[in-house]
């Protein structure tokens, strides 16, 4: 038996046992019933948007095609599942079964929308298709993937327009949920729009800027603030931001003056001070009278402290002259909102006679109502900003006057005319389970994040009562929807 301390929580991310285990009973009965290779389509989508946010930014992707690279049950896995007992202390697993998993490599298609992208309830985030035993048994590491990170991403992109351009820092590494969800949070809060993490694993796997200076212990160890500014000014000349609200926060901008003439005599320049307590809008004007008078008008104030998209903008209306913000415990944890609903629903599975047969799944809410298809979103927009999108079947293909209805209030249409620029989210990410696909480097994928939020009204983006973009099905795969509803209700 393997300690905890033998197997290294990131390198569990490829791993198949990342996974329920309702997925490979069901994998089993597939198997079992000889269905295990037939044709099916699901998709991976969310229902509501976090935070009651306008949008979500879809992240997670190029960990997922990792994930999926390294997908197989190893000798160890199956060696564990035969282990498994049913209620009558027989094994769970015929041994078939787990010698069929060990010849098992995945070979599904994937379509996936790139990080970076914004999206909304209902639309397929990823498209999968292939042997419905793999799908089943993709499901819960791919929500896992997606959800968090997108989540995180969608947190850090409201954080960041409440700085309104002002640099974020990522501070989350203590108070994040563990190892996996430090390192996730740290990459997810880039793309969303943080300028650098705390947090020196994340930096070293994934090349985003790291930052940080001292804490309350330092100055706390030496005899008094003066003597511990000093000191480290003398060991970290080029890395100076002093925190100065271990004692008197206004006596601690006067030390941090004191040593920043230091530097300035020995050729280096103090990059600022840090608030973490206390009004950190009076603080900051008052702290900024200081470093202006004392000759230091390019010093930084950073602050910290519990910090949140809302209290960074109550901060902005009181006119606080703070210009870096570090926000940790509410970003890495998405406070208020601890997950992002992603589901995952099979949609399509391939007849006897080779055609498709679609698939819907009925609840007493509509919005819990799924939709049939092989889906794709089609994205338009005019000469300035995204105008609405649709989520049209391929099978059915898109028609060039495309009509949006609301899935949750058919009411709600929106007309759009032919010859609209658009563009398709979904794009081909593995074909026969062999990777078609180049993902962007990280930085990139963040210029993605800023050049998609930048194309929606503004309105989309306010924290209170946003404008609801239009999104909807295409009128046909709307019809085609209802008529299955109706069907399965037997009132058709």
């Known amino acids: 038996m393997k300690s905890e301390t033998d197997i290294s929580p990131v390198a569990l991310s490829g791993r198949a046992l990342l996974t329920d285990l309702y997925q490979i009973t069901m994998a089993y009965g597939y198997w079992k019933s000889g269905r295990a290779e037939r044709e099916a389509v699901f998709h991976l989508f969310f229902r509501n948007s976090p935070f009651q946010c306008g949008f ?53 298609d994937i379509d996936g929308i790139p990080e970076g992208t914004a999206v909304f ?6 498209r999968i298709q292939g042997p419905i035993l793999q799908c089943q048994l993709l499901e ?39 190892v996996d969800g430090a390192l996730a949070a740290s990459r997810a809060a880039y793309i969303g729009g943080c300028a650098a993490t705390s947090n020196v694993l994340a930096a070293k796997l994934y090349g985003i800027p790291v930052r940080g200076t001292h804490a309350h212990s ?29 004692y008197d926060t206004l006596d601690g901008v006067r030390r941090a003056v004191e040593a920043g003439r230091l530097l300035r005599e020995r050729g ?65 944890t998405a406070y208020d909102q601890p997950a992002l609903g992603g589901v995952y629903k099979l949609s399509a599975v391939r007849g006897d006679d080779g055609h ?25 927009r005019s000469d300035k900003e995204f105008i609405g999108d649709g989520i049209f079947d391929v099978e059915r293909g898109a028609p060039a006057a495309f009509t949006i209805v609301d899935p949750l209030d058919a009411t709600r249409r929106k007309h759009i005319k032919p010859e609209t620029p658009s563009e398709d989210l979904l794009v081909p990410i593995f074909r026969r389970g062999k990777l078609v696909y180049q993902p962007p480097v990280l930085g990139d994928v963040r210029q993605r994040a800023q050049a998609q939020l930048a194309m929606f009204h503004m309105g989309v983006k306010r924290f209170v009562n946003p404008h609801q973009y239009p999104v909807g099905l295409e009128l046909s795969l709307h019809d085609l929807k209802t008529e299955l509803v109706l069907r399965a209700r037997g009132e058709k």
């Open 56 to 108: 979500t930014l879809t992240a997670g992707l190029a960990p997922t095609i990792e994930f999926l690279q390294a997908f197989q049950f190893t000798e160890d896995d199956r060696a564990f599942l035969g282990t498994l007992r049913g209620n009558d202390d027989q094994p769970l697993f015929d041994r078939g079964f787990l010698d069929y998993l060990g010849t098992l490599r995945f070979s599904c």
């Open 268 to 332: 280096h320049e103090m990059v600022g001070i840090r608030l973490d307590s206390g009004d950190l809008a009076w603080l900051s004007v008052e702290a900024r009278k200081i470093l202006d008078e004392a000759g230091f008008p390019n010093a930084v104030i950073v602050a910290s402290n519990d910090l949140d998209e809302h209290i960074i903008a109550s901060l902005k209306e009181q006119g606080a002259m703070i210009n870096v913000w570090g926000v940790g415990t509410k970003l890495v």
């Open 356 to 380: 498709w047969v679609y698939k819907v799944k009925l609840s007493e809410q509509v919005a819990k109502v799924s939709t049939p298809g092989i889906q794709q979103v089609r994205r338009f």
């Open 140 to 178: 819960t590491a791919l929500l896992n993937l997606i959800n968090f990170q997108s989540l995180i991403a969608t947190k850090a992109a409201r954080v960041c327009l409440a700085a309104r351009g002002e640099p974020v820092l990522e501070f989350g590494l203590r108070r994040a949920q563990g």
């Open 121 to 126: 309830p209902q639309e397929p985030l990823l």
């Open 218 to 246: 330092w100055v706390m160890s030496f005899d008094d603030e003066r003597e511990a500014f000093r000191a480290y000014a003398e060991a970290m000349p080029n890395n100076c931001v002093f925190l100065v609200d271990t």
